[in-house]
């Protein structure tokens, strides 16, 4: 079985297989930032995709995302939006992750 870092690779190395690849994407837009691209080249190469999405995974700690939520709380603060973790949160997700989020949200002043 792969771990998710090995299957980002696979995925890097033999393009999209069909199989539902599982994504840690943080904010996606502040992950295209940290790469260096943007969001509409993120989303429409996979290979930008997964090698920001790793980028993350290695780059982000729990007071990384609680500070990406800051910027977005405080960027769309006039807009209705629902702060999450994207597509997805998974059983490997680490609870403190979501409690930054939480923190980051009770902290807002809208």
């Known amino acids: 079985m792969l771990n998710k870092k090995q299957e980002f690779q696979q995925l890097i190395d033999n393009g999209p297989s ?6 840690r994407p943080i904010l996606m837009h502040f992950a295209a ?3 260096g691209i943007t969001y509409g080249e993120l ?3 996979h290979r ?3 090698d920001a999405n790793i980028r993350c995974m ?3 700690n729990t007071e990384a995302l609680y500070t990406a939520s800051r910027e977005l709380i405080s960027r ?3 807009r209705r939006f629902i702060l999450s973790g994207g ?3 998974t059983v490997f997700t680490p609870p ?3 409690r930054a989020m939480a923190r980051a949200a009770k902290n807002a002043t809208i």
């Open 18 to 23: 069909g199989k539902s690849v599982l994504f």
């Open 33 to 35: 930032r940290h790469h």
């Open 43 to 45: 989303a429409s190469d």
């Open 48 to 50: 930008k995709l997964v």
């Open 58 to 60: 290695e780059d982000f």
């Open 76 to 78: 769309e603060h006039d």
């Open 87 to 89: 597509c997805e949160i």
């Open 96 to 98: 403190e992750n979501l």
